[in-house]
C-alpha cells in the first residue's frame, strides 16, 4: 500500500515551458486535492476533484489546469510556467468529506522551480 | 471564509518537557474540523490529530492532545515528552462542514518546533 506518490519529485523549468505532475492513490479515495506551498506560508488549494471526470477550482487556481480520468489519478497541468509558480506542489486525497472526521493524505509532495 | 492564525513563528523546547502550540481560527460557519499536522525537515505532511467543533471532549492521540476553546475560537496543540524527532514545522488547518469551502482545508502559517538535548 503505497498511497499517496507524486511524479516527478523535483523539476527545474523555462519561464514558458509546460509540464505535468501525476498524482496517484492507491487507497480508493474519491477526493483528491492539489495544493501548493510557498515558503513561510501554509497549504493553499489550487484545484480538486470528487470524483472521476469531475474537477473544480480551489483558492489559487490560475495558470494550473487539472484531469481526473481514473480515479486513482489526478493531473496538474502548467501550460506556461512562470516563476510565481515556484512552489512545492501537493497532492492529497480523502474519503468524501461530510459532516465528520476524514483526513486528508498527503504525498511526498514535488519541488517545482521555474527560472 | 475561514482564517487561521498561528502567532508563534518558532519555538523552542527541552527534550521531555511539554509545549503548546497556539492556534486561533476564523469562521461563520456553525460546524467544522480542526486539524494538525507535522511537517519534518523531509517535506512530508504527517496527520496528527483532528477535533470536530460539536465534540464534547478534547481530542487525544498519544503523546498529543488538542486544548480546543470553542466561545475563544483556539485549538492549540499541546505535545507531552518531547522528543527530538517533534522537531519540526506544524501546521494548524480547519475545514467548515458545508458550502463551497468544506473541500478546503484551510492552513495557518505553521509554527517551527526545535527541541533542545
Known amino acids: 500500500n503505497a498511497g499517496v506518490t507524486q511524479t516527478p519529485k523535483f523539476r527545474v523549468l523555462k519561464t514558458g515551458q509546460s509540464m505535468t505532475l501525476l498524482c496517484a492513490q492507491d487507497m480508493n479515495h474519491e477526493y483528491m486535492y492539489w495544493y501548493r506551498q510557498d515558503p513561510g506560508m501554509g497549504l493553499r488549494l489550487i484545484h480538486y476533484s470528487v470524483g472521476e471526470g469531475t474537477t473544480a477550482k480551489g483558492e489559487v487556481p490560475d495558470g494550473y489546469n487539472v484531469s481526473r480520468l481514473k480515479k486513482q489519478n489526478f493531473l496538474l497541468g502548467l501550460e506556461s510556467a512562470a516563476p510565481s509558480q515556484t512552489s512545492v506542489y501537493f497532492c492529497?486525497?480523502?474519503?468524501?468529506?461530510?459532516?465528520?472526521?476524514?483526513?486528508?493524505?498527503f504525498g511526498p509532495g514535488t519541488r517545482l522551480t521555474v527560472l | 471564509a475561514q482564517k487561521i492564525t498561528q502567532t508563534q513563528p518558532g519555538m523552542f523546547v527541552q527534550e521531555k518537557e511539554a509545549v503548546t502550540l497556539d492556534c486561533t481560527y476564523d469562521?461563520?460557519?456553525?460546524?467544522?474540523?480542526l486539524f494538525w499536522y507535522k511537517q519534518p525537515s523531509s517535506g512530508e505532511m504527517i496527520f496528527l490529530i483532528y477535533?470536530?467543533?460539536?465534540?464534547?471532549q478534547n481530542a487525544t492521540e498519544g503523546r498529543y492532545s488538542l486544548n480546543f476553546q470553542k466561545a475563544r475560537k483556539s485549538a492549540n496543540l499541546v505535545i507531552s515528552a518531547s522528543q527530538l524527532g517533534d522537531s519540526a514545522m506544524y501546521f494548524c488547518a480547519m475545514r467548515p462542514y458545508s458550502g463551497a469551502g468544506s473541500y478546503q482545508l484551510t492552513f495557518g502559517k505553521g509554527t517551527k518546533l526545535s527541541v533542545i538535548p
Open positions: 492529497a486525497s480523502s474519503y468524501p468529506l461530510g459532516s465528520s472526521y476524514n483526513e486528508q493524505f
Open positions: 477535533q470536530g467543533s460539536y465534540d464534547q
Open positions: 469562521t461563520s460557519d456553525p460546524s467544522y474540523g
